[in-house]
């Protein structure tokens, strides 16, 4: 996976991470901050002096967004070009780590998060097995009542997904079956939303 996301930042980074916003990197960053607002953020109150972690965070689009507002903000991804794209992006934001990921988020202290989040990654994840090892992972560096909110691609009738899974159409999931993945590593759900569309959001809450 991260050769194919190697290649698609060295392609057109704005492009694959947000493609309606890649015309200018003026409006993709602008587009980084209604998505906080409008989409990540929606009905999270995040703590004084909070402390983010993102799963996916390609060159920063969110991150970069987020950090004014949080302490720290953890910034994982899988590909090592779309990090060091980040690195220029983000240069402004001192607040921000990178982190390179592979299906866990090894370098963050466990308990040492207030929220997590992943926006627009999952339904590129060719296994459910990485997902759940994400999740698992959410669940180890949140603080108790710590809040992780995540989409996947919620389109479960497309059943040959299930076979034919790659980098860019990644894994479907139920509602019952999004939930069940949470609930599983220990999570809370609060809420649910998108079941049947390409965005099913889940809101989770560590105990």
């Known amino acids: 996976m991260a050769a194919d996301w190697d290649e698609r930042a060295r392609r057109d980074a704005l492009f ?27 009905g999270v109150a995040l703590p004084d002096r909070a402390v983010a972690v ?9 991150a970069r967004a987020l950090a004014p507002r949080v ?14 794209r980040a690195k220029v992006f983000c240069g402004d934001r001192p607040n921000v780590e990178l982190l390179r990921i592979d299906g866990n ?6 308990g040492s998060a207030d929220f997590v989040y992943s926006h627009l990654v999952f339904q590129h994840v060719p296994r459910r097995k990485f997902i759940r090892g994400y999740v698992r992972e959410a669940h180890r560096v949140l603080k ?17 997904r299930r076979f034919a899974a790659d980098s860019w159409s990644g894994v479907v999931f139920s509602e019952r079956g999004w939930r069940r993945e949470l609930e599983s590593a220990g999570f809370s759900v609060v809420e649910t939303a998108g079941a049947g569309t390409q ?9």
Do not use: H
């Open 16 to 42: 694959y991470i947000c493609r309606a916003s890649a015309e200018s990197e003026a409006e993709f960053e602008a587009s980084g901050r209604r998505e906080l607002d409008e989409i990540v953020l929606r």
């Open 54 to 62: 993102e799963i996916g965070c390609g060159i920063g689009r969110l």
């Open 71 to 84: 302490a720290k903000v953890y910034a994982g991804d899988l590909s090592p070009e779309m990090l060091a």
């Open 105 to 110: 988020l090894a370098g963050i202290p466990s």
């Open 144 to 160: 108790a009542g710590g809040v992780f909110r995540a989409n996947v691609d919620g389109r479960a009738r497309q059943w040959y």
């Open 199 to 207: 965005y099913l959001w889940a809101t989770a809450r560590k105990a």
